[in-house]
Nanobody, 126 residues
Framework: QVQLVESGGGLVQAGGSLRLSCAAS????????MGWFRQAPGKEREFVAH????????YYADSVKGRFTISRDNAKNTVYLQMNSLKPEDTAVYYC???????????????????WGQGIQVTVSP
């Protein structure tokens, strides 16, 4: 089992930027895909982005494409989400997630991810 701890959230004005970090421990981080999801008040959790185990491929939700960038540093057991041009509709609790299978393929489905962080609040003011 892997433990995931998010950091870097907070309050920012529309048009601003934040970088979320997710530190992993408990298994070989570099062997697993990682993802970010978010959940806004009153809404279901939704996919934001994912990155495969070696960082060679990334995938984004249409709502964040061109504004958010997911990356990973396997030497630091950390995955990042750089969020630029933030909008009020990006306000949500953001969750880091780890893929279920070693070297496995993931999609935007939360079922592909077996471990989750506790979540971190991101609030974008108008």
């Amino acid at each position: 089992q892997v433990q995931l701890v998010e950091s870097g959230g907070g309050l920012v004005q529309a048009g601003g930027s934040l970088r979320l970090s997710c530190a992993a421990s408990g298994r070989t981080f570099s062997d697993y895909a990682m993802g970010w999801f978010r959940q806004a008040p009153g809404k279901e959790r939704e996919f934001v982005a994912h990155i495969i185990w070696n960082g060679a491929t990334t995938y984004y939700a249409d709502s964040v494409k061109g504004r958010f960038t997911i990356s990973r540093d396997n030497a630091k057991n950390t995955v990042y989400l750089q969020m630029n041009s933030l909008k009020p509709e990006d306000t949500a609790v953001y969750y880091c997630a780890a893929g279920r299978r070693r070297y496995g393929v993931v999609t935007g489905s939360s079922g592909d991810f077996g471990s989750w962080g506790q979540g971190i609040q991101v609030t974008v003011s108008p």
